[in-house]
Structure formats: structure tokens, C-alpha cells
């Protein structure tokens, strides 16, 4: 072997060595900052009009993967019992058994299996639900608003946008059918701070 390839042969492994690294950089994880999470969703009402509720207790994290989006992924549960309609009898038909029955049901959870990126900062996120103890597929087209050092404190953020409809019937809940829509629709608002990795500072890119 001539010097000039010893030389390329060694830049070549370098290049191999480099890249499961640089792989990893791409790779963000994200803790959900609650206060400024938000999970609502809203049914039709006897058709006059929609009915809104959020839940208020949640845990979980999603990762970003900044050079391929596709490889991001999201994992996040919600406490059922959590469930504020804005009012008393509202709350209390809800989270029954007729519907979220959250003695037996306490936690719903949804983990990525899939995602299909639209365009730069979109994404079709496909994932298994897990409701009242069924799991079915469901998908949300996510937006990544923004990422970037907070400036107020010292934290890095990413924030996102989603949305999402599913069938309440899928998940054992038809009671009220029709008088009170199948039909749910999901809106997120998600902020996530960055989990640091090993040398890299929390807050900074």
C-alpha cells in the first residue's frame, strides 16, 4: 500500500468512526414543561355546538432528530382523572364508567411508532393510543414551532404544535352516541426542555 492510500484508507476509517457520533449529536432529548403544556380536545354537543375539555396532569418526553425529523420520537401519558370539562356534573359524567372510568383506567398513553415528515418543520406522527385498556393507531400532524435557548432562564426548548382526531367508540366509550359526538378532536401545545447530554451545557445549541 502506497503512503497516498495509507493516508485515504485512514481518513476513510475516521470518516466511519465519526459518523455514529455525529448521528448522536443530531439526537435531542426533550422533558415536557408542563405549565406551558396543554392538552384539549372537543366533542360535538347535540350538534349545536362543541364542548372543550383539557387534561392537566401529564408525563413523558419526545426526542428530535434534527438531520433526519423521521427519526424523532414521542412518548407520553395522561392522567385521566386529570379531565377538567369546566364544570362539576360535566367532570363527573366523564370520568365515569360510561366513559373514562378512571377508577380502573387511570392512565392513557400515547407512544410514536412512525413518522412521516410533510416538509421542513412537519410531520405526520402515527403511534399506538392506549385508552380504558385498547390500544389503537392514531396520528397527529405535528409542527415544530421553534427551538432555542430559553431567554429567561437557562434551558434549551422545543415547542410544537398538534393535532389529531379519533373515534371515541374505538376505546369502549359509545355511550351518548349520537347525542354526544363520536368524533374527538385533539389539540396539543407542547414545550419541551432539552435533557443535556454528556459535555454539552444544558442551555446552549
Not at 379531565?83 to 364508567?97: F, T, Y
Not at 400515547?110 to 392514531?138: C, H, M, N, Q, Y
Not at 427551538?147 to 404544535?161: C, D, I, K, N, Q
Request: hydrophobic share 40%.
Amino acid at each position: 500500500m502506497t503512503h497516498a492510500s495509507k493516508i485515504a484508507f485512514l481518513l476513510f476509517m475516521l470518516f466511519l468512526m465519526a459518523c455514529p457520533a455525529a448521528a448522536r449529536a443530531q439526537m435531542e432529548r426533550y422533558m415536557l414543561d408542563k405549565p406551558h403544556t396543554q392538552v384539549i380536545f372537543s366533542v360535538s354537543h347535540l350538534g349545536f355546538s362543541h364542548s372543550y375539555g383539557k387534561f392537566t396532569d401529564y408525563d413523558g418526553m419526545f426526542t428530535l432528530n434534527h438531520g433526519n425529523l423521521a427519526g424523532s420520537s414521542v412518548d407520553v401519558s395522561v392522567k385521566t382523572d386529570s379531565l377538567d370539562m369546566g364544570d362539576a356534573a360535566w367532570n363527573k359524567a366523564v370520568k365515569g364508567s360510561d366513559f373514562f372510568d378512571v377508577i380502573h383506567y387511570p392512565v392513557m398513553r400515547f407512544k410514536s411508532t412512525g413518522i412521516e415528515t410533510t416538509g421542513p418543520r412537519t410531520a405526520k406522527v402515527t403511534g399506538d393510543l392506549t385508552l380504558r385498556g385498547v390500544t389503537k393507531p392514531a396520528t397527529f400532524d405535528v409542527t415544530l414551532n421553534k427551538t432555542g435557548r430559553h431567554p429567561f432562564m437557562e434551558a434549551y426548548v422545543a415547542g410544537l404544535s398538534a393535532d389529531g382526531v379519533i373515534d371515541r367508540s374505538d376505546f369502549g366509550m359509545g355511550s351518548g352516541i349520537p347525542f354526544v359526538g363520536d368524533e374527538v378532536r385533539i389539540h396539543l401545545e407542547i414545550e419541551g426542555h432539552r435533557i443535556a447530554q454528556p459535555g454539552q451545557e444544558i442551555y446552549n445549541p
